[in-house]
């Protein structure tokens, strides 16, 4: 019989990757951040995009889309206790980004080079170095 003392969401954080502690949640938005941002490269140019540009080719409801996906980003950041301020900065790159994005089919070109979800992982990323330094992971570049 199942334990029922323990609220529902007790039975993620035993899964891999759906824990609630600070080293789940930064490989959560490390993997969404490479999906929005970094999930292909262009031949030629060398570059990466994701389908948050991908998604600029959908005029209105691509914008939309991609915005909900950032502010999933500023959800995980206010489940970690981020400051106002810091979430703040999130939420006007989630919000810069959505209107760049809503210019249909020219929107995709700034939403190339300003990478919000990018910005908004570093913030995250500097909040648990600082507060969670057991979760910093090495990478060798």
Same mark, same amino acid.
């Given at each position: 019989?199942?334990?029922?003392?323990?609220?529902?969401?007790?039975?993620?954080?035993?899964?891999?990757?759906?824990?609630?502690?600070?080293?789940?949640?930064?490989?959560?938005?490390?993997?969404?951040?490479?999906?929005?941002?970094?999930?292909?490269?262009?031949?030629?140019?060398?570059?990466?995009?994701?389908?948050?540009?991908?998604? $600029? =080719? %959908?005029?209105? #409801?691509?914008?939309? @889309? *991609? +915005?909900?996906?950032?502010?999933?980003?500023?959800?995980?950041? /206010? !489940?970690?206790?981020?400051?106002?301020?810091?979430?703040?900065?999130?939420?006007?790159?989630?919000?810069? $980004? =959505? %209107?760049?994005? #809503?210019?249909?089919? @020219? *929107? +995709?070109?700034?939403?190339?080079?300003?990478?919000?979800?990018? /910005? !908004?992982?570093?913030?995250?990323?500097?909040?648990?170095?600082?507060?969670?330094?057991?979760?910093?992971?090495?990478?060798?570049?």
């Amino acid at each position: 019989m199942a334990d029922r003392t323990k609220p529902y969401h007790a039975a993620f954080d035993r899964l891999p990757g759906l824990g609630r502690d600070p080293q789940a949640v930064r490989k959560r938005v490390e993997a969404l951040e490479h999906i929005l941002e970094r999930m292909i490269v262009i031949p030629g140019l060398n570059r990466p995009i994701g389908l948050d540009v991908l998604l $600029d =080719a %959908l005029p209105v #409801a691509g914008s939309l @889309v *991609g +915005a909900a996906l950032g502010s999933y980003l500023v959800w995980e950041a /206010r !489940n970690l206790g981020m400051s106002k301020w810091q979430m703040a900065r999130m939420l006007g790159n989630v919000g810069f $980004d =959505a %209107l760049l994005g #809503a210019i249909p089919w @020219v *929107g +995709a070109i700034p939403d190339y080079f300003f990478r919000s979800n990018s /910005r !908004n992982v570093r913030i995250i990323r500097r909040h648990l170095d600082k507060h969670h330094p057991a979760t910093a992971i090495l990478e060798g570049r």
